[in-house]
Nanobody, 115 residues
Framework: QVQVVESGGGLVQPGGSLRLSCAAS????????MGWFRQAPGKQRELAAS???????YYGDSVKGRFTISGDIIKNTINLQMSSLKPEDTAVYYC?????????WGQGTQVTVSS
């Protein structure tokens, strides 16, 4: 069993910044990749950013240039630095961990961008 815990969500004004953190624990043999997905009300869950064990980064088109993923997959932790936030970034942000045993999701953390 793998536990995934996110932290750092909250309310921020447009143009502001926020940092999310994710930590995985439990029976982890190895991690292939970790990433952040988000889901706004009435919309499908979409990729925000992800990182492979080799260090390759992927970003969703809508966040490129504004969000930065970082962390240490060997230590089972990643972060998401979000800048120049827009109201359309409002969503529940989920951390996903990809392992040989399968994919694991956190409970999600709410990010609200509003004045």
């Amino acid at each position: 069993q793998v536990q995934v815990v996110e932290s750092g969500g909250g309310l921020v004004q447009p143009g502001g910044s926020l940092r999310l953190s994710c930590a995985a624990s439990g029976s982890i043999v190895s991690i292939y990749a970790m990433g952040w997905f988000r889901q706004a009300p009435g919309k499908q869950r979409e990729l925000a950013a992800s990182m492979t064990r080799a260090g390759t980064e992927y970003y969703g088109d809508s966040v490129k240039g504004r969000f930065t993923i970082s962390g240490d997959i060997i230590k089972n932790t990643i972060n998401l630095q979000m800048s120049s936030l827009k109201p359309e970034d409002t969503a529940v942000y989920y951390c996903k961990v990809v392992t040989p045993q399968g994919d694991w999701w956190g409970q999600g953390t709410q990010v609200t961008v509003s004045s």
